[in-house]
């Protein structure tokens, strides 16, 4: 695998940019912050933010910020066999949700890309640009995979994921973060998941212990509190309904 560049681009103000993709070379553009418009084999559209464009080689796209726009995006020019196998038949524009895994991946290889070449390390590089591509693939499966679940539903299942084990989370940050209100959200999800908010944030906090437990030495009430649980009085109970036995004597077993 190879990059050609990557990086992040931030415009306040007119602008006007065209790319032709060679021979083999992939462009991943993500749109970050603001809005812009794009022509992408021949097809015109806005772009906003969770908007990620592949465009394959050979192709060619166009970028438009108006005046009075705002845009920022994460971009990665590269190719390879490993990437072409990837994302030869990937659609051309899809909605993402932006992860901090995703984000955080792309950030580390901007950086290692920006250091001076006889400083980079080739193999992190190597394993950056794997992780960030697979991270990708597996956003754009998840889409194939539950294309009769809305985006706002998986946009929640995935502000679930990062933040059910932090203290505080509640029902409102889920609906906030989409823009919902707390009732319409909590319909959404129990419809198109077949769970509810907060039994699916359980279950990602109890799993979340059960590895604690098994790979640490920390106490179950330490446990507990690290897993968003708030006290082991609180953790015990959970626990025991699911598993039917207590956190104590389910550590003692495995």
Not at 20 to 49: C, M, P, W
Not at 117 to 129: G, P
Not at 134 to 153: A, F, Q
């Amino acid at each position: 695998m190879k990059i050609g560049f990557c990086g992040y681009a931030y415009h306040n103000q007119r602008m006007y940019t065209s790319h032709h993709s060679r021979y083999a070379a992939y462009l991943f553009r993500l749109q970050t912050d603001g809005t812009a418009k794009v022509v992408l084999n021949g097809k015109k559209r806005e772009i906003e933010k969770g908007d990620l464009l592949i465009i394959k080689p050979g192709e060619q796209y166009e970028l438009f910020v108006d005046d009075g726009q705002k845009s920022g995006d994460f971009h990665l020019y590269c190719e390879g066999e490993w990437i072409d196998k990837r994302f030869k038949h990937s659609p051309d524009f899809s909605k993402i949700e932006m992860d901090d895994t995703l984000l955080n991946l792309w950030h580390h290889l901007i950086i290692e890309e920006r250091r001076p070449y006889k400083e980079r390390n080739s193999e992190l590089t190597h394993y950056l640009l794997q992780a960030l591509c697979v991270s990708l693939e597996r956003v754009l499966d998840s889409k194939k995979v539950n294309t009769n679940r809305p985006y706002v539903v998986t946009r929640m299942m995935r502000f679930i994921e990062q933040h059910a084990t932090t203290p505080g989370f509640k029902v409102q940050d889920v609906a906030d973060h989409c823009h919902l209100s707390v009732s319409r959200s909590v319909h959404l999800f129990k419809e198109h998941v077949g769970q509810t908010i907060i039994d699916y944030a359980q279950s990602i906090r109890i799993s979340a212990a059960i590895n604690q437990m098994k790979y640490t030495t920390m106490t179950l009430e330490n446990i507990a509190l690290n897993c968003g649980f708030g006290s082991y009085s609180y953790f015990h109970r959970v626990f025991k309904k699911q598993y039917s036995i207590s956190p104590r004597a389910y550590r003692d077993k495995i």
